[in-house]
């Protein structure tokens, strides 16, 4: 069963969010890695598109938790963990149109820089049958950016929950810069050459839109991208001729059997700039 995105586009531009997309964004990468299209400390620069703001989780509606951003640390770990980020890390931009998610993430940034860490609260559902690879991402999610700090205690009412704490090491929560930037209608222009980015991600973003718009975000990401850069999106879109993006590769990722109806899964591609 493909997680039906088309129930997005009738949604207005939602926030939220969840740790599958940063699973599927780790089985990707390990994918790109593994065909030789990133190498090892090669992501010195990333961007992420839409990072998302978690008021109430996603999948179960948990709410029992500060208001959080999962993804720019789930991408920052998952660079360290593959051995892709650049000896001395990875830097972070994140692209959004909405206020309240850049504000939340550059008070994250003034608070990393008085030394404060990030604090991530990442909830499952006990109930839900998480295949063995999803549940042993979620056992780790965080290890390589920052501390676990113990289970989060959940309302009695809140069912069959465990809630993992992860604090995310001050440094870390210093190399994200949060961007005010509709990748629709606009880009970092001019990058100098040496500032292009390595790797683009967005998930659960260009769903939003028609093909027309999903064309205009493509060129836009192609020329953030260095040469040779990889863009990784859950929305296939086929590249315009005259944009210099080529599909490299799709990675499905499964999260759970549901029966009778095969696996709870998404599929992910990855391009690379020309
Ligand atoms: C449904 S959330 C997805 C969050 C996260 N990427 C994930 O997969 O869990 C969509 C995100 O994309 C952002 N967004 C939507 N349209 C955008 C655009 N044109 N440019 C930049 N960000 C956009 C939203 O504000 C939000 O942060």
Redesign the pocket.
């Known amino acids: 069963m493909l997680i039906d995105q088309t129930a ?1 586009r009738e949604r207005g ?6 740790i ?3 699973y599927a964004i780790e089985r990707t990468l390990e994918a790109v890695r593994d065909g030789g299209l990133l190498g090892t400390g090669a992501v010195r620069r990333a961007g ?6 978690d008021f109430a989780d ?1 999948d179960a509606g948990y709410d029992f938790y500060p208001v959080q951003s ?2 720019p640390f789930a991408l920052l770990d998952a660079l360290a963990r593959l051995g892709l980020a650049a000896p001395d890390g990875a830097a972070l931009a994140t ?4 206020p309240r ?1 850049n504000d939340h993430l550059a008070a994250a940034a003034a608070g990393a820089a008085a030394g404060a860490p990030y604090r991530l609260a990442l909830p499952r559902n006990t109930d839900l049958p998480w295949n063995d690879r999803l549940a042993a991402y979620w056992e780790r999610l965080g290890d390589a950016v920052g501390q676990a700090t113990g289970d989060f205690a959940a309302p009695p009412n809140a069912g069959n929950v465990r809630t993992r704490g992860v604090a995310v090491r001050p440094e870390v929560v210093r190399s994200i810069a949060p961007r005010d ?6 880009r970092l222009d001019p990058l100098p050459a040496g500032e292009r980015f390595d790797l683009i991600v ?4 260009l769903v ?2 028609d093909i027309f ?1 999903q064309s205009l ?1 493509l060129a836009n990401v192609a020329a953030m991208l260095r040469p040779e850069g990889i863009f990784v999106s ?1 929305t296939s879109v086929v590249p315009l001729p005259g944009i210099p993006l080529a599909q490299a590769g799709q990675a499905r990722v499964s999260y759970m059997p549901v029966p009778g109806q095969g696996e709870v899964h998404d599929v992910l591609t990855w391009y690379r700039r020309e």
């Open positions: 997005f531009l939602s926030t939220d969010t969840t599958l997309g940063g992420l598109v839409g990072p998302g703001l996603k999962i993804q692209f959004d149109v909405n998610i930037l509709n990748i629709v209608l606009q967005a998930t659960d973003v939003y839109y718009e975000a859950n």
